[in-house]
């Protein structure tokens, strides 16, 4: 998948050389609790990068009178 490949290129030494978290399947508390700590943890020289990739649902509203 895309986070997957990312997070391969992100990760090498050569090329970005960044420590990467990936979440995958997460509830929406849980993907909020670890961003707030993502950015929590931050010094002020740091490089931060958020990547996000998420899919929506689709529907149909039917409404009756």
């Known amino acids: 998948n895309d986070a997957e490949a ?3 290129i992100l990760e ?5 050389d960044f420590e990467v978290k990936r979440l ?3 509830s929406s ?4 609790q670890e961003i ?3 950015f929590n943890e931050r010094q002020r020289c ?3 990068l958020l990547y ?4 929506g649902l689709s ?4 409404l009756l009178t």
């Open 6 to 8: 990312l997070s391969q």
């Open 12 to 16: 090498d030494p050569t090329i970005g």
């Open 24 to 26: 995958l399947n997460e």
């Open 29 to 32: 508390y849980k993907l909020n």
């Open 36 to 38: 707030e700590i993502f």
């Open 46 to 48: 740091d490089i931060l």
């Open 52 to 55: 996000f990739s998420g899919h």
């Open 59 to 62: 529907f149909q509203v039917v």
